[in-house]
């Protein structure tokens, strides 16, 4: 299912995301070999539309000539299916940000073998560079608290998201041998000049210090939950919509890395018959604790921080209606 390959298919830089099968089969591994041994790793395309990666790629070997690096290297370039037909996924495969923790599917083997690889070739640093669907400002996510991690994500924006799960996330698999990290910079074809800015400076580093939070003046937050809406119900950012079962305010998304005080209007519920999920890490449902339903009112019970908050339908029922966060002092 991997090809891996040692120079970049010829005319790769001229294509769109859409174009990339005319000259990549599938996920794709290319080691480019650089004066330092030890390689950056990038990754992009895990999610098939979410391209601004891809653009800052192009950037990248534009400036640096593939065949003279000063660092080697190494590109992941993911759902090449799914960046075909614009979409995050293809309907018959797995998440390929949740393939990453072992297990014997083809796409999980697929992806233990890009780490198996970067392991042994001792890797410098880990990017995957993602989209988002929902209005979230560009931020790093780290899944180990440890300086390196930090100072590497601030390279990218002040604002920080720990996480352990999804702990099937590439970024979790890396940060158990590199310094790693998850970059989300906007919407699809948002951010490209901030990426290659970033992995410029990781690229040109010598090491990645281990500066402490304080002295980077972060703001770091923990994803706390997951919040999912069962796959049967219909949603709908109308409030006042009287046909779907829950029918969310209309600046949903506004909502984002928000601090929202007790008794906050979600939207409305308009059947029993449903509930919202809420799975804290444990995976125990904690949306008791969280928020109430007062008549068709659905209202915060504790203070919230919400993250990649989406309206898109399908994102919505294919992973999450998004993750609630806490603050966190280092
Ligand atoms: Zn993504």
């Known amino acids: 299912m991997l090809e891996v390959r040692t120079d970049l298919p010829k005319g790769l830089l001229d294509l769109e995301p859409n174009e990339l099968s005319k000259v990549l089969k599938g996920p ?3 080691h ?19 391209t601004s990666g891809f653009y800052a790629l192009k950037k990248l070997f534009k400036k640096y000539d593939p065949n003279n690096l000063p660092r080697s290297i190494s590109l992941f370039l993911g759902n090449i299916p799914a960046a075909s037909e ?5 309907e018959d495969q797995e998440d390929y940000n949740r393939i990453w923790a072992g297990g014997d599917s083809k796409a999980e083997k697929m992806a233990t073998s890009v780490v198996d690889q970067m392991k042994a070739k001792k890797t410098y640093a880990s990017i995957d560079i993602h989209n988002n669907t929902g209005k979230n400002p560009f931020y790093a996510c ?32 890396f940060s158990k041998f590199c310094p790693s990290t998850t970059v989300e910079c906007g919407k699809p074809g948002e951010g490209i000049e901030e990426v290659f800015d970033f992995i410029e400076k990781v690229y040109l580093s010598t090491e990645i210090p281990r500066k402490k939070a304080s002295e980077l003046d972060m703001k770091i937050y923990h994803t706390l939950a997951r919040v999912m809406i069962p796959v049967e119900a219909t949603v709908s950012f109308d409030q006042d919509d009287k046909d779907c079962d829950f029918c969310f ?14 008794g906050t209007l979600l939207g409305k519920r308009n059947s029993k018959k449903y509930e919202i999920i809420i799975l804290d890490e444990t995976g125990v ?12 009112k659905i209202v915060s019970m504790q203070p919230l921080i919400p993250s990649m908050f989406t309206k898109d339908l399908k994102v919505i029922k294919q ?5 609630l966060m806490e603050k966190i002092e280092l």
């Open 28 to 30: 794709t591994l290319i």
């Open 32 to 50: 480019l070999k650089g004066k330092i041994d030890e390689p950056l790793f990038l990754s992009t395309l895990l999610h098939g539309n979410e």
């Open 86 to 90: 614009g979409l995050r996924k293809l």
């Open 142 to 173: 780290v899944n180990r608290l440890l300086p390196e991690f930090v100072t590497l994500g601030s390279y990218f924006s002040k604002t920080l998201v720990y996480f352990i799960e999804p702990h099937e996330a590439l970024s979790m698999a």
């Open 249 to 262: 305010i209309k600046d949903f998304e506004e909502l984002n890395f928000e601090e929202l005080s007790i």
């Open 285 to 296: 449902d904690i949306s008791d604790h969280l928020i109430s339903y007062e008549g068709d």
């Open 319 to 323: 992973d999450c209606l998004g993750y």
